[in-house]
């Protein structure tokens, strides 16, 4: 099975093209995503290709900046990367081009106080982004090298820069390109995207300064339209109920639920459900201590393109117990998070 790695899964596409109740404008436009997105999925599967090899051969970035910069371009509904150049993107009239560059911004300011990460790739690499891509596009995602963002079709999916957990969903993706390396199938595609819904969702909170009772746990609620609304739909994925029937994409809640070739969007559920359970046990903010085991296990031991779920369960356990020594009940916390999903 070929799975995408946007934030809309690739069934979720395929399922709106054929369904009966849109508008034939409507269903052209997932239909038209959909394909889109397959040619796009193997820019990024030769970019993470690349940055395995310079991995590999022992390249250590020296650092472009101490903080990186934050560039925006314009495709005008054209598919050619990365577009037209944005100047001064962050006054710009354009409200997609101000607020593209604003949460970027935002998001390596998160990721620098919270992680002490210095952007995407730990060395300051420029975070690139083209608006506007496409005509009708539904979808966001990291292509490897830089983000694109569709406008959406306005019914089903308003413009994809409105949900700051997309943005830091998909960026999220790049900090993995660059450390796991993750792959894109079985237990490792479904850490892929957990890891990026954590991520997304504690961007999410840490904007608004939330702690963990007050917070939705909702993804990718802010990107939905009016017809998706219509039908009764509140988001992609609900980390706190992943099989929530009102996710346009429900979730298996247990690991044992996983099916094999299963989209990574789906696996990830169990994994959702263990940040989700050990953040709130924990309490707090998410970001203060679940989230530093997660950014740790992720970011400290190297590529392992072929994680298993239970193996990264066990590095968050043994974390726990190393970071809060003094704080037992994280660890308890965190050991009964992964026991409850099966892991």
Known sequence: MSCTCFIIPQDVLEKLSKDPELSAELRK???NT????????????????LTSVTSAVGAHPIPLAPFP??????????????????????????????????ETTAVANFYKQIFSRNSIDGAGMTMVSSIHYGNNYNNAM??????????????IFIDFTAGNDVIGHELTHGVTQHT?????????????????????????????NQDVNHADWLIGHDILGPVAKAKGYTCLRNMANPADPHCIAPQPTKYS???????????????????????????????EKVGQIWYRALTGFGPSPNMKMKEFANRTRKLATQMYATVPAVATAVGQAWKQVGL
């Open 34 to 49: 959909a394909l889109v997105n397959t040619e796009l999925r193997k820019l990024r599967d030769q970019a993470l290709a």
């Open 69 to 102: 910069a934050v560039t925006v371009y314009d495709c005008k509904h054209h598919q050619t990367l990365p577009g037209s150049y944005v100047s001064n993107p962050e006054s710009s009239s354009d409200i997609t081009a101000s607020r593209t560059s604003k």
């Open 29 to 31: 436009a997932s239909k």
């Open 142 to 155: 990291w292509n490897g090298s830089q983000m694109i963002y569709g406008d959406g079709d306005n019914q």
């Open 180 to 208: 796991l390396q993750l792959n894109y199938s079985n237990d490792a595609g479904g850490l892929n995207e957990s890891l990026s819904d954590c991520f997304g969702t504690m961007f999410r909170q840490w904007q608004a």
């Open 257 to 287: 639920q996983i099916t094999p070739g299963m989209d990574p969007h789906y696996s990830s559920g169990p994994p959702n459900l263990a940040f989700y359970l050990a953040s709130k046990s924990v309490g707090g903010k998410s970001w």
